[in-house]
């Protein structure tokens, strides 16, 4: 499967709710991946973040995020903050 198709699938995967499919898929398309500032790698790390959270890995989707965090767009760190700040509360209350 090339990486483009992972991506789709992924991405295909997470709105149809298919949630270990999609991680598989999105997880095969980062390591892949070699451009990390792309838009569509970054999307890739979003879409991930927000399926460890709903699955309750809150612990691989944090450490993601603060990945992003340092990110060099001021958008996907202001993204990655406010998720960050979202899912440590989560962990918090766990």
């Given at each position: 499967?090339?990486?483009?198709?992972?991506?789709?699938?992924?991405i295909?995967?997470?709105?149809?709710?298919?949630?270990?499919?999609?991680?598989?898929?999105?997880?095969?398309?980062?390591?892949?991946?070699t451009?990390r500032?792309?838009?569509?790698?970054?999307?890739?790390?979003m879409?991930?973040?927000?399926?460890?959270?709903i699955?309750?890995?809150?612990?691989?989707?944090?450490?993601?995020?603060?990945?992003l965090?340092?990110?060099?767009?001021p958008?996907?760190?202001?993204?990655?903050t406010?998720?960050?700040a979202?899912?440590?509360k989560?962990?918090?209350h766990v």
């Open positions: 499967m090339t990486l483009s198709e992972l991506f789709t699938k992924g295909i995967a997470c709105k149809e709710e298919r949630y270990p499919k999609a991680i598989k898929y999105l997880e095969y398309y980062c390591q892949g991946y451009d500032n792309s838009k569509d790698y970054i999307q890739a790390q879409w991930l973040i927000k399926v460890y959270k699955v309750g890995q809150l612990e691989r989707a944090i450490a993601l995020c603060q990945l965090n340092n990110h060099t767009h958008q996907v760190q202001t993204w990655a406010k998720t960050l979202m899912l440590s989560e962990v918090s």
